[in-house]
């Protein structure tokens, strides 16, 4: 008796402990939803009651609350990701994916065709150029359905399985494959020699990702293969990425020093510095920038312009000073908080509202319209020295 009497004390006051938390807990949503944002929940009730059309389903209603609560906010830099998007610009940053690698197009009557990358994932499945998709599991594809959709459908986790269905010209007649994804890169560089130079090799970086730094000594390795001495890198149109990331690649071409500093809310200033002199040391630079290099693609041209390793050519950049988490929410969106600054040392100027300032100006031309004018200023200059 004494033992079932104190089993039945100890589990009473576990219930009461349980009851006192959860009631917290349902007090504090309570306080939220009605105490804070009470003219919110009279909206919502005058509009579900009274409206002429159906309330949305899904979370449409409170994506919406959240774009509305951020533009209040007033941060430019502050926004909300939905899910697709979310997985696709995470795949981006982290550089590569689980996936079946293929090409996705679509054809004229808006149906998404497959093609498959050579010795890939779905070509070993069975996959064959041309054919049409039409389902990926449940998901039942029609005609111009969005294709960050399927791409998302299509990702998952390496070694789990995806299934397709597919129709095969000439008659479509449906197909089912099942592929094991596997993980496919997503290669932020390329590289080539300039046509007029040879001795300089061009290295594109169109994105700053985890895989960036390491793509970038493979570049540059197979370059001096081919022969170039002196190296250039675009950074022109780069938006920027993952802030370790730009410090790796900065730490690649400088012997010593301080990176950056950034800072966020309530802490101390943190100090990024250059452990041992990096791999390309001793090859001349220049580094292409105009307005649309931004953020993280910054800090890798600040500072190589701050410590003398590398020529600016260009025009001035964005001037984005700000530092972004992501925070990932319950239905895989995403929220992404401006929480930081930072700041290059050394620099002359500050960054914020001007943007970095090249060493050798020049305008801005399309591409494909003629030759590529701060292409050449920097091999002119680079030759020169």
């Known amino acids: 008796m004494t033992f079932k009497r104190s089993f039945l004390i100890s589990f009473s006051i576990l219930l009461l402990i ?19 944002f009470p003219i919110l929940k009279q909206a919502y009730s ?9 309330i949305p389903s899904g979370p449409a209603m409170e994506y919406g609350a959240i774009r509305g609560m951020l533009q209040a906010y007033q941060d430019p830099y502050t926004l909300f990701v939905e899910p697709v998007q979310h997985e696709l610009e995470s795949n981006a940053l982290q550089g590569s994916f689980g996936g079946i690698g293929v090409n996705l197009v679509m054809d004229g009557d808006g149906y998404l065709v ?38 998302s459908a299509i990702r998952g986790a390496v070694n789990e399985a995806v299934t397709l269905v597919v129709g095969r010209p000439p008659d479509y007649a449906p197909i089912e494959i099942t592929i094991v994804r596997d993980r496919i ?42 022969g170039a001495e002196r190296f250039v890198l675009d950074l022109r149109d780069n938006p920027g990425g993952l802030l370790t990331a730009a410090v790796d690649i900065s730490r690649l071409f400088l012997r010593a020093g301080v990176v950056m500093q950034q800072q966020y809310k309530g802490r101390g200033v943190e100090t990024f510095r250059v452990e041992k002199p990096g791999p390309l040391v001793e090859a001349p630079l220049a580094v292409l920038i105009n307005h649309g290099s931004a953020s993280a693609a910054e800090i890798i041209a600040g500072s190589l312009q701050a410590h003398q390793r590398a020529i600016l050519v260009g025009e001035a950049s ?56 701060a292409l050449q200023t920097a091999a002119r200059v680079l030759m020169q020295r």
């Open 114 to 151: 497959l093609f498959p990358f050579p010795e890939g994932p779905a070509e070993q499945a069975g996959v064959q150029d041309g054919d049409r998709l039409l389902a990926v599991g449940d998901l039942q594809l029609s005609p111009n359905r969005a294709l960050e959709e399927v791409q």
């Open 46 to 54: 005058i509009l579900e009651q009274k409206g002429l059309k159906e």
């Open 318 to 373: 964005y001037g984005k000073d700000s530092v972004q988490l992501v925070f990932d929410l319950q239905d895989q969106s995403s929220l992404h908080v401006t929480a930081a600054r930072w700041w290059i040392p050394d620099l002359k100027e500050p960054l914020a509202g001007r943007g970095l300032q090249p060493d050798f100006p020049v305008q801005s031309n399309e591409r494909d319209a003629g030759p590529d004018e």
């Open 18 to 36: 349980l009851g006192s938390f959860a009631s917290g807990y349902f007090w504090r949503e309570y306080q939220f939803s009605a105490q804070q």
């Open 185 to 226: 890169p997503l290669h932020s560089v390329t590289w080539h020699l300039d046509p007029d130079e040879p001795l300089i090799g061009v290295v594109k970086i169109n994105l700053i990702a985890a895989s960036t730094a390491d793509e970038i000594q493979e570049a540059v390795e197979d370059l001096q293969g081919q």
